[in-house]
DNA sequence: AGAAGATAACTAAGTTGGTGAACGAAAATT
DNA sequence: AATTTTCGTTCACCAACTTAGTTATCTTCT
């Protein structure tokens, strides 16, 4: 079933990944990859939030949208973002608006303490990067932007 | 309650993070995180798993531990933990062994299986990675290593 | 050695947040 | 005007988490 025809033992990622060699940089990436995926969880907790909640605060912080945009935007179904929307509103995070032209739609809007709870909870990290970023000189910038596109396209390669 | 004694409307997060640009290097960055937040729950969905079992396969494809090591690296309850090495055995990725000096302990190890489950669904992403960082040279490691440490840190503060 | 305390793993019961299916209201299509 | 599609919601159900409490084993103290 899972791992239908593969009869060999214990098969290494060298096997599977021929041209895979250890290297230091790429330790770092997959701690940072690593963290990534941690960080969200533990914020969400110290928030008294769902990790959904949250991801959906950031991307209503950004832009205002229905639940059914929302759900796309987190990967989950249109029953599970309006339960989102309805603990958000609950929350006082949120709110509901009729809009003016599509009598279907609603357009869920960020209040005030929403938009405190979305940017609050993630100013350390975003002090740091900005810190981070200032120190890099324009040549550093271009193999850092270029070594991060990379990146980016090999984690995509996932969804 | 949650963004108690914050009365300012509209905070943005130059408001919050004074130092805060935006920077075409920090959107990439931004992307990252996001994929990297992202990506678990689309391979855990593709493998028939759940995200703590994902999780729990990497690790345990690092080092084998007992379900109390694995809950703190999952960030869950040990009794969580034992669901998902309960179901880690059913889909027989991997079984439970007494500890020869510690009667208390079960080291869980993974069976050829469950090694070949937990690279298998990330082999596109390491070939893409090993290929990017092979592209590297000496100088360039030398400041995307410096980037990457910053940007763990980085993300580490909100954990 | 024996008692007291700590630790590892598990079990039980309850909560949360997800899915899929069915539904009403409001467009859009024909 | 009738039909189909889309949007948001609700319902019933399920998976995975939490807290609390049990059992077995190891450690420490007298």
Redesign the interface.
């Known amino acids: 079933m899972?791992?239908a025809g593969?009869e060999?033992?214990?098969?290494?990622?060298q096997q599977?990944?021929p041209?895979?060699?250890r290297?230091?940089?790429?330790d770092?990436?997959q701690?940072?990859?690593d963290?990534?995926?941690?960080?969200?969880?533990?914020?969400a907790r110290r928030?008294?939030l769902s990790a959904s909640e949250l991801h959906a605060l950031r991307h209503l912080s950004m832009q205002a949208m229905g639940p059914a945009e929302l759900a796309k935007a987190l990967?989950v179904t249109t029953a599970a973002s309006s339960g989102v929307v309805d603990r958000l509103v609950a929350?006082?995070?949120a709110e509901r608006h009729p809009h003016p032209l599509d009598g279907r739609r609603t357009e869920v809007r960020l209040t005030?303490?929403g938009?405190?709870?979305s940017?609050?909870?993630?100013?350390?990290?975003?002090?740091?990067?900005?810190?981070?970023?200032?120190?890099?000189s324009d040549e550093?910038?271009v193999?850092?932007?270029r070594?991060?596109?990379?990146?980016?396209?090999?984690?995509?390669?996932?969804?």
């Open positions: 899972a791992g593969l060999a033992s214990h098969r290494t990622v599977v990944v041209q895979w060699r290297s230091a940089t790429l770092r990436l701690q940072l990859i963290a990534s995926a941690t960080a969200p969880a533990a914020v928030a008294h990967g929350h006082g995070h005030d303490s938009r405190a709870e940017i609050g909870h993630l100013a350390p990290m975003f002090a740091a990067l900005a810190a981070l970023d200032a120190s890099l550093e910038r193999v850092v932007d070594y991060l596109d990379g990146a980016i396209a090999a984690v995509r390669t996932l969804l």
